[in-house]
């Protein structure tokens, strides 16, 4: 039995999909009875726990046999987390994977990174085997695109930047692969990028080539989309985390390209192109 913690996320949810594509027994844990009783009527297992609240997870942990987690990144991730860890090892839970962030350490110079960094040490504390899955950017943030494409053009910051996103289904197939074996990935700390850098405006023009109509990108100045987030009410220390983040763009610092996929799962991660005409209807749904 696998535990997915975050199973309505990115990532979560594509884990999800695809144990539940190989027939493995499979419990999802939300915060939301909504969102639980939305899955049960899916046919999925469902468990309603929240990881600020240690006494809610026994019940979510209870007969698991390995974790999957994925948790929004806030200054309680490590808290969270290792509230988990612990609740799983007293469960005798025999494996955790965590999703995390590329640079994850301590010394960090991301606030990101420094997050994860102490979430990562967390799940170490509990004693549970472990495997860490450092990811990337997910090329499922282009999907926000959708609502811009009538208006022929993409606005956004760091349009000309190139990093190397990755497809959460090329997340999910590495977690499959530690499940399946997970002795042979115990204390692993994979770092998973997509094939290739590519900035916002070339995955613009590979949209613009697959829906066939124009389109373009305007480049709008990171403090200019940090004031526009503020005014929409966004909480200051995410701004302010995604300013690092989209400077450390600008300056070329994600562009490594991680072979961890392909030794994992045998088969080379999705490319942008792939991704994109797997998904073209979504970006014509807004």
């Not at 046999?65 to 490590?78: I, K, L, Q």
């Not at 860490?132 to 000309?160: E, K």
């Not at 990108?217 to 220390?237: F, K, L, S, W, Y």
């Amino acid at each position: 039995m696998i535990l997915v913690c975050g199973a309505t996320g990115h990532t979560g949810g594509a884990v999800l999909r695809q144990l539940r594509g190989e027939q493995r027994d499979v419990r999802a844990m939300t915060r939301s009875e909504v969102s639980a009783q939305r899955l049960r009527d899916q046919g999925v297992s469902a468990v309603v726990a929240d990881l600020g609240i240690p006494d809610s997870l026994p019940p979510a942990v209870d007969g698991v046999d390995a974790v999957y987690v994925a948790n929004p990144c806030t200054p309680a991730v490590a808290e969270h987390e290792g509230n988990l860890a612990f609740a799983a090892a007293g469960a005798g839970v025999g494996h955790i994977v965590k999703l995390s962030v590329i640079g994850a350490a301590e010394d960090a110079p991301l606030t990101f990174g420094r997050l994860h960094g102490a979430a990562e040490d967390a799940v170490k504390a509990a004693g549970v085997p472990w495997t860490m899955l450092r990811a990337n950017g997910f090329m499922q943030n282009t999907l926000s695109w959708a609502g811009q494409i009538d208006g022929g053009a993409v606005h956004g910051p760091v349009m000309h930047a190139r990093w190397a996103i990755v497809d959460v289904r090329d997340i999910a197939a590495v977690a499959v692969k530690v499940f399946e074996s997970p002795a042979e990935h115990a204390g692993r700390e994979y770092v998973l990028t997509g094939p290739e850098p590519s900035s916002p405006h070339e995955q613009v023009e590979v949209l613009a080539d697959l829906l066939e109509r124009p389109l373009d990108t305007v480049e709008v100045p990171i403090d200019a989309v940090q004031q526009q987030m503020r005014a929409a009410g966004v909480p200051d220390q995410t701004v302010d985390w995604l300013g690092e983040l989209w400077r450390m763009y600008a300056a070329g610092g994600a562009q490594h390209v991680s072979p961890d996929i392909e030794r994992v799962t045998g088969r080379a991660p999705y490319t942008f192109r792939q991704f994109a005409e797997d998904h073209k209807t979504l970006w014509l749904q807004a």
